[in-house]
């Protein structure tokens, strides 16, 4: 079992950047991939970004391409979402999360939520006018 922790909680202005990391279970991860999504209230979970593990393969969605960048260490434990040029429409709770096993078409399917098993506990990020 993953566990997985966000970290990177801010308040930031119209314009500015954050930087967020997602810690899993302090070892080295050795799933598929992991990704981002983010939540408002009453809303679906939305997918921001996801990253093969292997290779490093990156994948956006189309309100963040651009702007967004999802990375991971060498050390293979820790992922990151660096954001810029945030907007009030920015302002989600953020998750990350992870899949252990392999699958066809993952342009498509990793930007489905159920396509992941572990979750973390979700970290706020408001982005004021």
């Known amino acids: 079992q993953v566990h997985l922790v966000e970290s990177g909680v801010g308040l930031v202005q119209t314009g500015g950047s954050l930087k967020l990391s997602c810690a899993s279970s302090g070892r080295a991860f050795s799933g598929f991939a992991m990704a981002w999504f983010r939540q408002t209230p009453g809303n679906e979970r939305e997918f921001v970004a996801a990253?093969?593990?292997?290779?490093?393969?990156?994948y956006y969605g189309d309100s963040v391409k651009g702007r967004f960048a999802i990375s991971r260490d060498n050390a293979k434990t820790t992922m990151f979402l660096e954001m810029n040029n945030l907007g009030p429409e920015d302002t989600a709770l953020y998750y990350c999360a992870a899949r252990q096993g392999g699958i066809a078409s993952p342009s498509y399917y990793l930007r489905q939520s159920d396509q992941y098993s572990n979750w973390g506990q979700g970290t706020q990020v408001t982005v004021s006018s």
């Open positions: 990253i093969r593990w292997s290779d490093s393969n990156t």
